[in-house]
């Protein structure tokens, strides 16, 4: 079954740097979520997309900024990047049809700030 | 949302049942009880959902007493591949995106 793909995997940037981090949701889901994970740490909701709008949004810092494409793959951009930026992001995805909001996370891109 | 209590870490023998308790004594009525397990540097994997009673699916059951104060989640017979963190997390399923928010899950190491 296709899952969530994301990309690049792995993101090695320099401070003040920008990243773009892309999500694939799985086919004919309609919601993305973004979520950050520091070291050790739990994950943290960013921000969400249902139908392209955004639907939510978490503990996203204002440099950051996301959209959700009229294709549903969404793009998280990340500009002046901080040492503290570096962690794990995931996207995960779900779909309102069959009334379940399980989420499906994908394998996460690995975001490095030197 | 309703904060959610669960212990930092278990220890278990491989072929033991665990079991893992969650308190969420908040937890509103339109609130549903959702585990996801986590393995090093993967993203989140769901588990099971419940609402109330017992909730049962290949992996793991659910346990939620009539108050919804708490609940357990069982795995049985674990083995070593089941050494990961696991979230309890209590949130309404709501029309749009609902996110999930992650408190400190319980690290269950499964050994020989």
């Known amino acids: 079954a296709a899952g969530v793909i994301q990309s690049p995997r792995h993101l090695i940037k320099e401070k003040r740097e920008t990243a773009t981090l892309k999500c694939y949701p799985i086919?004919?889901?309609?919601?993305v979520y973004w979520y950050q994970q520091g070291p050790g740490q739990d994950p943290q909701f960013l921000i969400s997309?249902?139908?392209?709008?955004?639907?939510d949004k978490g503990s996203i810092p204002d440099r950051f900024s996301a959209q959700q494409f009229s294709d549903y793959h969404s793009e998280l951009n990340m500009s002046s990047l901080e040492l503290g930026d570096s962690a794990l992001y995931f996207c995960?995805?779900?779909?309102?049809?069959?009334?379940?909001?399980?989420?499906?996370f994908g394998p996460g891109t690995r975001l490095t700030v030197t | 949302l309703a904060k959610t209590t669960q212990p930092i870490s278990m220890d278990s023998y491989e072929g033991q049942e665990v079991n893992i308790t969650c308190s969420h004594n908040?937890?509103?009525?339109?609130?549903?009880i959702t585990w996801y397990q986590q393995f090093p540097s993967q993203g989140p994997r769901f588990i099971i959902q419940?609402?109330?009673t017992k909730v049962t699916n290949e992996v793991a059951s659910l346990f939620i007493p009539a108050d919804r104060k708490s609940s357990t989640l069982s795995l049985p017979r674990v083995s070593l591949s089941d050494t990961a963190v696991y979230y309890c997390?209590?949130?309404?399923?709501?029309?749009?995106?609902?996110?999930?928010?992650f408190g400190t899950g319980t690290r269950l190491q499964v050994t020989l």
């Open positions: 995960a995805s779900s779909s309102r049809l069959g009334g379940s909001y399980e989420q499906y």
């Open positions: 086919p004919r889901h309609d919601t």
């Open positions: 997309f249902y139908e392209k709008m955004q639907s």
């Open positions: 908040n937890i509103a009525t339109n609130d549903y």
């Open positions: 419940g609402y109330k």
């Open positions: 997390l209590v949130g309404r399923n709501t029309g749009t995106a609902s996110k999930l928010t």
